[in-house]
């Protein structure tokens, strides 16, 4: 049995999924979304009409709260290009596999940014976890995912509670300014690229996945007197739950601190495509197909990374080493069709004339291999028909440089 013929008998292969059906039920979840239902929870940012114009003078803290990584700097613009310093980094609180408190997690967001509180004004915090934004553009954290541990944050306004635990370390006066690292990842493209492209979609494929597009206000069902013009919205589309899910997906899912959440994200982001890969591996052992030679013990997706490029062996037998490769490049081929299928929805609905620049961030999307080609391949296959032009741009510290070009809209 080929590594195709097994994964398609589990129904986690890429020909499992019918690409554009489920296009047309996305783009479905995504008007659900803006009208207040549906598993794709369509986050309103009230950051709307952005653009270069907004730039202003004035220093700024910033704060980058990742799937892994915790990072706060001093950010301002000059001569219109903007400035990074006093950058540190350490690990995202609750990430460890204890759990924090409500105080404990704040407090350890301000001891972070204790030694920059009075080098800038207004702070502009990319989180990178779902909220329910209002217009003050502070949110309330509705959950946790990739296995943050922090049960009693949820409900918090992540922005008030902020701003009060690093008012123990300066009196300064200042506003704050909640955003998605995809928001992020969509504002450093505006603030950074120099094409004139006709809209931005802002996509993470890393430990997590998600991304963010400018939508029509009028379409913004849920929302009543927005008024006019495009408003950035989260999509969270890690929630999609109208793939068909194999057999291993729903392992991996099962194994998790909420099965019943994150379907997308769980079938194919870097977080858990690992796992997904894992299951699949032992179910081949288990049914004989790979060798009792090879053993077989948890990787994270780095390692087979690594095993694709010829740099470990994974614990693999020679003898089933292809079929291995073959298997990590299939579950692969399958997770860039799904990132494929909500970038081409988010492009249709940008309804942008002219190119579309998706501005692609994560470590993942660029080095687990073959991932960027494949994803790339699908989207034409989605959108050529479609008359949607659509180019993958790449810029530097687009997290921080789009967290500071929220607080330009403060």
Do not use: W
Not at 12 to 29: F, M, R, S
Not at 77 to 90: M, P, Q, Y
Not at 194 to 209: A, D, L, M
Not at 215 to 227: A, F, H, M, Q, S
């Amino acid at each position: 049995m080929t590594a195709k013929e097994f994964l398609f008998k589990h129904g986690q292969a890429a020909e499992n999924l019918n690409a554009q059906q489920i296009l047309t039920d996305y783009l479905a979840e995504m008007q659900n979304g803006l009208n207040g239902f549906g598993s794709i929870p369509m986050v309103p940012t009230y950051i709307r009409n952005v653009g270069r114009d907004k730039i202003k003078s004035g220093k700024k803290i910033l704060i980058d709260a990742g799937g892994t990584n915790f990072r706060s700097a001093i950010g301002c613009f000059e001569d219109g290009k903007a400035v990074i310093t006093n950058l540190t980094k350490t690990q995202m609180p609750g990430a460890d596999g204890k759990p924090l408190g409500k105080e404990e997690f704040y407090s350890k967001i301000a001891q972070n940014v204790k030694d920059i509180a009075e080098l800038g004004g207004d702070v502009g915090f990319c989180f990178s976890y779902q909220v329910d934004m209002g217009a003050d553009v502070d949110g309330k954290v509705v959950c946790f995912s990739k296995e943050i541990h922090a049960p009693e944050v949820v409900g918090t306004k992540v922005g008030a509670e902020t701003l009060a635990a690093i008012s123990r370390y300066s009196n300064k006066q200042r506003k704050i300014a909640i955003i998605n690292d995809t928001v992020a990842t969509l504002l450093g493209g505006v603030a950074t690229l120099n094409e004139p492209y006709g809209g931005y979609v802002g996509y993470i494929y890393g430990t997590g996945t998600n991304l963010c597009y400018a939508e029509d206000v009028k379409n913004i069902k849920k929302v009543t007197d927005l008024g006019s013009g495009k408003m950035l919205i989260n999509t969270e589309s890690g929630g999609f739950d109208k793939i068909p899910r194999g057999d291993f997906d729903v392992i991996v899912a099962n194994a998790t601190a909420e099965p019943g959440r994150q379907h997308l994200e769980k079938m194919s982001s870097g977080k858990y495509l690992s796992d997904v890969i894992f299951a699949s591996l032992t179910a081949a052992k288990s049914q004989g197909i790979v060798s009792p030679n090879t053993d077989f013990k948890p990787f994270a997706l780095k390692e087979v990374s690594a095993f694709l490029l010829g740099e470990n062996d994974l614990g693999v037998a020679p003898c089933d080493r292809q079929f291995v490769r073959d298997v990590c490049l299939e579950l692969i081929d399958r997770a860039a069709l799904i990132g494929a299928i909500i970038n081409a929805g988010a492009c249709i609905k940008t309804q942008a004339e002219g190119t579309i620049a998706i501005v692609a961030e994560g470590t993942t999307f660029y080095k687990l291999p073959t991932f960027r080609d494949k994803f790339i391949l699908h989207l034409h296959e989605l959108l050529d028909g479609k008359n949607v032009s659509f180019e993958v741009v790449r810029g530097t510290d687009l997290n921080l440089v789009g967290t500071l070009m929220a607080t330009m809209m403060l």
